[in-house]
């Protein structure tokens, strides 16, 4: 609604009052209230702020019934709406106000100033109009000049699109992981093809995963010529490149470019697009960007958001969506006739979106990548002494271009219906540690004084219980040793040794200090991630279930990120790091948990973990030797079963692995947890695939 400003002088309201038997009757006379709208609310300023009022509640035809005789003679109605409603809508006009000087020359044209909010900023402007007086009502002398000072009749007024670029993803050394780059489009120019061109289109149709029907309707569009080119599908090179499959399921030598180009009209150029040059590899990370959809626009179109905006739909994409995304300018202008500029109205600049930089190392995340992209695993690298957080891989994985691009249907369900669920993003998720956990309940047993590190806790062979209150339930474990001291139990992995320093441990104590190291709490990290949990309950239920969480079964659930920061703590005096992704250089290590364990404790866990990798008895044993580099560290073997009787339940690897020397002063912790390592190995799988890692890491 236009809104008057200024110091207009104000009218009053004249009422008569009669006095009927000492009763005050307050009445409007039906002849005073025609009066005082012929006086008062008749006058130019009522009309015009009628006027322009009237522009926000796109009442065009109202508007017209305003105009003076000669203006409607001048300009028909159907074309006075149509030019109104073009400009004012395609400029977005809102928040019209008015602002009228006061007591003006009724001889003269009236003057004012609007001021209203488009959608390239404010415009205001000073306007002069005329009135003619029609049956006794001020009406409206109108021209084009009325919508703007400068707009002649045969000028238009013209909205600019200025673009901006979405702001760029990239790694800690500056590598770009996602932004600008250029993708092929494939496409037809009509032409070119032949006459009968049915069977082509249908050729086509197949190798683009699209249909006949739609093809050809994207060919009878009205602006297609001749020579037009019409875009059907956009690939990357990669995707061309592929070995072309007949529909009988034949290889026929040739690339689906190939391909492509023995159709008469196909044409390939090169297109505009988000990239993602690292694929698979950083596309759980990364997410991917997709037009926005009906919902979306919705929620956002208050931030400036329409119907062609591009949004990050998952990962970083999304979380960072206010940073990254572009935020297009305008111009408003008037041109003449033959398309110059006249007047320049209004101009929003446009806006890149920011760069944003991670503290991930592309080396790491995509060696890591490689060397389980046939597993289903999750991978966390982090420097445990600075919270840099410098991997994290979920295998199997997508390709994040398949969703710029245009992802067909036959492709996501594929995705959809694999059993390994490539859309899963497992380094969010939370998983049973195994014996990965052994080192936590040790460190815990020592911060509380437990138990010191060289009380032994005696020879139980392969299996023990408490007492008979278990019942048939027994504690396994793999290996014998002499001296059941902390030392050789990580060494060996001993579960039992575990099992019972979880009961000196206690359950309110145990429960108290997971509490404090994070356990069902959010982990600090702009990714979203599945807090850590010891029991499925507030506590642990049972003397079983506390002695099996101390070997990292029972009900324990931990998140691999989670886990690395409390290992952080072994390098750290006992105080557990505080990850981060965005890469700032210089930047203070920050503490998620002070005095996680005493500096004691934590110096005693760090020295232990180099000789179960040292140590030829060791469960890292001699395969987790790299040249160049000393490693620590601790394997787990988490068992996924129904019951201790199960023989069909599935097994998780896990390695903890950090470098004590080597990387040119760096430390480095790796985490790797696999699935399904039952029958491959163990453990032992996870830590030749690190090996490998470490060793082409180094090479480079």
């Given at each position: 609604?236009?809104k ?7 009218k009053?309201?004249?009422l008569?009052?009669l006095?009927i ?18 006086v ?11 006027y322009m ?7 065009y ?16 109605k159907?074309?006075?709406i ?9 400029i ?17 044209p ?23 007086k ?5 009406r409206i ?8 000072p ?23 050394n500056?590598?770009?992981l ?6 092929q ?39 297609v ?5 019409v ?33 008469p ?19 759980h990370?990364l ?8 919902e ?15 949004v ?21 202008s ?39 992209k046939?597993d ?42 694999n ?12 998983w ?24 032994d ?13 278990w ?6 474990t ?14 060996y ?53 506390l002695a ?48 996680a364990?005493?500096p004691?404790?934590?110096a005693?866990?760090?020295?232990d ?52 020397e ?28 690190d090996?490998?890692v ?7």
């Open positions: 609604m236009a008057k400003k200024g110091s207009k002088v104000r009053k309201r004249h008569l009052i006095e038997g000492g009763v005050a009757v307050l009445a409007a006379l039906v002849a005073g209230l025609v009066l005082y709208r012929n008062f609310s008749d006058t130019r300023d009522a009309v015009l702020e009628e009022g009237l522009i926000e509640k796109k009442e035809e109202k508007m017209y019934d305003l105009l003076d005789t000669a203006s409607q003679e001048s300009v028909h159907e074309d006075f149509t030019r109104n409603k073009n400009i004012y809508e395609g977005e006009a809102k928040d019209i106000t008015l602002d009228i000087a006061e007591e003006q020359d009724t001889s003269q009236l003057s004012y100033r609007v001021t209203m909010e488009t959608l390239a900023g404010e415009v205001t402007y000073d306007g002069n109009t005329f009135f003619e029609e049956k006794g009502t001020w002398v109108w021209d084009d000049s009325m919508i703007f400068d707009l002649g009749k045969e000028d238009k007024v013209s909205v600019t699109s200025l673009e901006a670029k979405r702001g760029s993803i990239y790694d800690r500056g590598v770009l996602a932004g600008q780059g250029t993708v489009s494939v496409g037809l120019v009509p032409g070119k093809m032949n006459v009968q061109a049915e069977e082509d289109i249908q050729g086509i149709a197949a190798i683009l995963g699209t249909t006949q029907e739609n093809i050809e309707t994207q060919l009878a569009a009205s602006w010529k001749e020579d037009s080119f875009p059907l599908k956009e690939m990357t090179q990669t995707q061309l490149d592929e070995p072309y499959i007949s529909p009988e399921g034949i290889a026929t030598g040739a690339s689906i470019q190939d391909k492509l180009l023995e159709y009209g196909v044409l390939i150029t090169e297109a505009e697009s988000r990239v993602y040059p690292y694929g698979e590899s950083t596309s990370l997410g991917y960007v997709q037009q926005i959809n009906a979306e626009l919705e929620e956002m179109k208050d931030k400036g958001y329409d119907e062609q905006s591009v990050g739909k998952s990962g970083l994409e999304k979380l960072y969506e206010d940073r990254l995304r572009a935020k297009e300018g305008y111009k408003i008037i041109l003449d006739s033959q398309g110059n500029e006249k007047t320049a109205l209004a101009m929003k600049p446009a806006e890149d979106g920011e760069e944003i930089h991670l503290t991930i190392d592309i080396q790491w995340q995509q060696k890591l990548y490689d060397a389980y046939e289903k695993s999750c991978s966390v690298v982090m420097n445990p002494k600075s919270g840099e957080v410098l991997a994290l891989v979920s295998t199997p994985s997508f390709n994040s271009m398949d969703f710029v691009l245009g992802i067909s249907q036959t492709k996501w369900d594929e995705l959809n219906n059993p390994d669920k490539p859309m899963y993003n497992r380094v969010r998720e939370t049973a540690p195994g014996s990965s956990f052994k080192p936590v309940t040790g460190a815990v047993g020592l911060t509380t004084g437990a138990f010191t590190a060289e009380e806790f005696g020879a139980s062979g392969l299996s023990w219980q408490k007492d008979e209150s019942g048939n339930y027994k504690v396994t793999l290996h014998e040793y002499n001296g059941a001291v902390l030392k050789n139990a990580l060494i992995s001993d579960n039992i040794y575990f099992a019972k320093a979880a009961l000196k441990i206690g359950a309110d104590t145990f429960a108290k200090q997971l509490d404090k190291l994070g356990f069902g709490q959010d982990i600090p990290f702009d990714i979203g991630m599945t807090s850590s949990q010891y029991s499925n309950g507030d506590t642990f239920e049972t003397e079983v279930q099996d969480s101390g070997y990292g079964q029972g009900q324990v659930l931990v998140n691999p990120l989670h886990l690395a920061c409390i290992y952080s703590a072994f390098f750290n005096e006992g105080n557990m790091i505080s990850p981060y992704l965005e890469y700032q250089e210089g930047k203070n290590p920050s503490y998620w948990v002070e005095n364990f005493t004691e404790a934590a005693t866990i760090y020295e973990l180099k000789e179960v990798v040292s140590n030829p008895e060791g469960t890292g044993d001699s395969a987790a030797q790299v040249a160049g580099v000393a490693l620590a560290g601790k394997t787990g073997t988490a068992e996924i079963k129904e019951s201790q009787e199960d023989k069909d339940g599935t097994e998780l690897g896990w390695f903890a692995v950090y470098n004590t080597g990387l040119d002063g760096q430390t480095v912790l790796m985490l790797n947890m696999v699935e399904d390592v039952k029958g491959r190995g163990g453990s032992g799988y996870v830590v030749n695939k090996v490998e470490w060793n082409q890491v180094l090479a480079e």
